[in-house]
């Protein structure tokens, strides 16, 4: 069953807690959530077979967390904030942390906010270009209100996708404006694993930015941008940088 973790703002972040040594943090990406992204394609067990604890969050505005409207709301540095309460709230002082896709921005914005928190990081599927900020919020607000297909086919294929599953359309909108942007910025002093699929164009050029950090990198060849997350291979070198 799942716990909540109370931000003072009142939005209630849902979470699952398996303990067990050195506990690892898992952020999901956007229109997903923690049991789609992590339990699913086999990470949460990956993670208790190496004997390691594992807390995997629903990102506010997705699955069991509360969804607020406002763009404001969804601001990088706001959702960070509800994985330092879902921290706070196990009593943790400092995770390890994988993500992926858009979790790997709000991965990002924690190092930024509680750096201290953070030992290690793992970031998945994303890459220097914010996809948010090449969309025209136009298209997203007249796809989302009105069905109207917009002339960027993505648009459609992410939020069609989530829309159908019954996602929040308010929320999911103040989503896309608030995280606009997000950058992948990690503070020096956290080590960090870049990871990518070899055929997903989202995360293009972020192999660049792992050799201009002097970071490790992956890639994961044939790979796309869903597909990665079953990576046995993925799932090995996040748990060997971890270790």
Known sequence: MAEFARRLDGV???YDYVPGERPILLVHGFASTAAVTWSTPGWVRAI??????VITPD????????????????APRQ???????VLDALELDQVDVIAYSMGSRVAAAL???APERVRR???????PLELFETWDPDAVRRFVTHGDLPADPTIAAVLGAAIQAGA????LMACVQGVAGATLDVPPGIPVLYAAGGADTIPAGVEEIARARGSEYLELAGRGHINALTSREFKQAALAFLA
Request: glycine share 16%.
């Open 12 to 14: 209630r972040i849902a």
């Open 121 to 127: 990081v793992v970031l998945g599927g994303a890459g």
């Open 111 to 113: 190092t930024q906010l």
């Open 59 to 74: 990102l506010r505005g997705h699955g069991r967390s509360d969804a607020p409207r406002r763009a404001a709301d969804y």
């Open 48 to 53: 208790t077979d190496a004997g390691r604890g």
């Open 168 to 171: 929040d359309r308010d929320a």
């Open 79 to 85: 959702l960070a904030a509800d994985l330092v309460a």
